[in-house]
Nanobody, 121 residues
Framework: QVQLVESGGGLVQPGGSLRLSCAAS????????MGWYRQIPGKERDLVAV???????NYADSVKGRFTISRDNAKNTVYLQMNSLKSEDTAVYYC???????????????WGQGTQVTVSS
């Protein structure tokens, strides 16, 4: 059973920083793209950042220059370093990954359970 487990959310003041982590566990053959999405109540889940297996990142315009996505392939973990946080960054952040589980013929898309990030003074 493949799982994505996030950690690192919380309450931070505007201008502050947080680092989110997401570890993939289970019987995994390969992990392709890994990314972060965020969602506020009543809105769609939006892409924040994605990183390929070779380490190439892409960001939503709203977070460029403030957020950095990275990954440690040896640990099957993706990170999101969030700096200069704004109130509009408040949301539930979800980890997402394309994973090829051992014993299967195809890769599948997986979601974490979500972690709340609140930016408020």
């Amino acid at each position: 059973q493949v799982q994505l487990v996030e950690s690192g959310g919380g309450l931070v003041q505007p201008g502050g920083s947080l680092r989110l982590s997401c570890a993939a566990s289970g019987s995994i053959l390969s992990i392709f793209n890994m990314g972060w999405y965020r969602q506020i109540p009543g809105k769609e889940r939006d892409l924040v950042a994605v990183i390929t297996s070779s380490g190439s990142p892409n960001y939503a315009d709203s977070v460029k220059g403030r957020f950095t996505i990275s990954r440690d392939n040896a640990k099957n973990t993706v990170y999101l370093q969030m700096n200069s946080l704004k109130s509009e960054d408040t949301a539930v952040y979800y980890c997402n990954a394309d994973i090829w589980p051992r014993g299967t013929l195809l890769k599948s898309n997986y979601w974490g359970q979500g972690t709340q990030v609140t930016v408020s003074s």
